[in-house]
């Protein structure tokens, strides 16, 4: 029923455009038809005569394909450089001072004063190229540094913690946050290109162009193959730009079976995997054991004479104390005494203004931020296995699987962040601090938003097994919890 119902609409909508185009074939003749001079006016018929009788000639197509070349070159010149010059801009200062000037005179200064001072420098083959370029340039490096500006920080930490590289960074994080500047700026230079190098090829006057024959009909005073032209060069535009957006539109944030992270992991493994499933409210089932134990010995991690203010605001004033290794110590006070800020600065999202901080040996860190920081364009597998990109090397898939099904989400592998409820993401955010492969963890209000029930449960499943062998450091406002999960207490207040 939805399939016919989406076809009737798909038809629907292709008979209207019909319709459309009809009307103005008939406005087009009409005004013909009144004008009666084909030099000025010719009809839709004289037209396509002419375009018939271009359709005969080599030349035509030689016309088309070097057009056409241009415009796809100046294109995909204009995005690499304008995007690589976008990153550069992101992370220098002072290479996005330097680029302003040019960046906002050629967004200013007409298409045609480019043209004409570009011929002077550069053969008639060329010039619509880079014209294109100076043109579409601009479009792509603003659009971009657009988006690289309003990445989220939560993100970039995330990363951080994780010890990814620049790369995985790149790839993880900063190209799908920019997903739409990167979709906006292709369809507005796929627009502007075609207007660019046509304009160019008129003035410069290439061997082989769309843009010089227009002229010559122009000079010959042929005017249906003036049209004949205009009509090929709108035709070929709306292709271009209808095929960028039927691939653009196959992109973007979609739930998706299997992993983006590790190509080893295949959907149809985990599909059997998955099918397996049979947790609900019970005990833990013995198929839910995983080892993700580090052979890294915990560390004893010493605040020294630490200070921290945002503003005039003091929030740690000479913070000293030893998290003994192996322990799990419980982090307590009022709110705004500092305990985030002692993780962020021990996760090193944040910089301390005074102190330092002492580690008795080598240590790996997992830490579960006050927020969920789910990635939103990663489904909840990925989520899960986020921690273990840094190993470089594709996991154990049933180990993500049973820590999926200890949390109960094991359903909802396969969708992203967004379909999800604020307990179920919380519940991905701690699997991924407990699957990363770690000697020194930090768990923020690690049960804030789960039912008692369902905490008990998930306590006794992960608790001792994914703590053991670890420094643990546990901020709670719940005393309860201290006094059940922690070896050591301490308090900011």
């Known amino acids: 029923m939805k399939n016919c119902t989406t076809k009737k609409t798909k038809y629907e909508k292709i008979g209207r455009q019909a319709v459309v185009c009809l009307f103005w074939l008939v406005i087009w003749q009409i005004g013909a038809m009144l004008v ?61 001072r330097v680029l302003t000037l040019p960046v906002g005179f050629f967004k200013a200064v007409p298409v045609m004063a480019i043209i004409i001072y570009v011929i002077l420098l550069a053969k008639a083959d060329i010039v619509a190229i880079i014209v294109c370029f100076l043109m579409c340039f601009p479009v792509v490096y603003t659009n971009i540094l657009e988006g690289l500006d309003s990445m989220p920080a939560e993100l970039l930490e995330l990363a951080k913690v994780y010890w990814f590289t620049e790369w995985q960074t790149m790839k993880y994080m900063y190209i799908p946050s920019i997903e739409p500047q ?9 627009g502007l290109s075609w207007k660019a190098v046509v304009a160019a090829e008129v003035l410069s006057i290439p061997k082989f162009s769309l843009g010089y024959e227009m002229l010559s009909a122009k000079y010959y ?3 249906p193959q003036l049209f004949a032209y205009i009509l090929v060069i709108v035709v070929l535009s709306l ?32 599909k059997a995997k998955n099918s397996k499933s049979d947790i609900r409210t019970g005990g ?3 198929s839910f054991e995983h080892t993700n134990q580090t052979s890294q010995k915990p560390p004893t991690v010493s605040f ?48 301390m203004d005074s102190g330092h901080i002492e580690y008795s040996g080598s240590h790996k860190l ?49 969708q992203l962040p967004a379909a999800l409820s604020g307990g179920m993401s919380h519940r991905v ?21 789960l039912d008692e029930t369902l905490k008990k449960r998930i306590i006794e499943r992960l608790w001792k097994k994914e703590t053991e062998g670890k420094t643990v450091i546990l901020i709670t406002h719940n005393s309860e919890d201290a006094d059940r999960l922690a070896d050591v207490k301490a308090s900011l207040s």
């Open 221 to 223: 005073l042929e005017t």
């Open 284 to 286: 833990v089932d013995a």
């Open 429 to 449: 955010a701690i699997g991924r601090t407990f699957l990363a492969d770690s000697n020194l963890m930090i768990l923020d209000e690690p049960f804030r938003g």
């Open 239 to 270: 292709t271009v730009e209808k095929i960028i957006n039927i691939c653009l539109s196959h992109t973007g944030q979609k739930d998706y079976r299997g992993s983006k992270l590790f190509s080893e992991c295949k959907a149809g493994d985990m």
């Open 182 to 190: 990167i979709k906006a700026s292709v369809r507005l230079i796929a």
């Open 36 to 96: 009666n001079n084909p030099l000025l006016l010719p009809s839709p018929w004289q037209t396509a005569e002419a375009l018939l009788g271009l359709a005969g000639e080599t030349k035509f197509y030689l016309n088309i394909s070097w057009t056409m070349l241009r415009c796809l070159s100046a294109m995909a010149l204009s995005f690499v450089i304008g995007a690589a010059a976008a990153f550069g801009a992101y992370k220098s200062a002072w290479l996005r």
């Open 304 to 351: 020294c004479s630490v200070c921290k203010k945002y503003g005039d605001k003091s929030v740690l004033d000479d913070f000293t104390f030893d998290f003994k290794e192996g322990r799990i110590t419980a982090l307590m006070g009022p709110s705004g005494q500092g305990k985030t800020t002692v993780a962020r600065i021990l996760a090193m999202v944040e910089n």
């Open 366 to 414: 997992s830490y579960l931020f006050q927020e969920d920081r789910l990635v939103p364009w990663l489904n909840v597998y990925d989520n899960l296995a986020l921690g273990l990109v840094r190993e470089n090397k594709s996991p154990n898939c049933d180990m993500i699987f049973d820590m999926a099904k200890s949390l109960e989400i094991e359903d909802v592998l396969w």
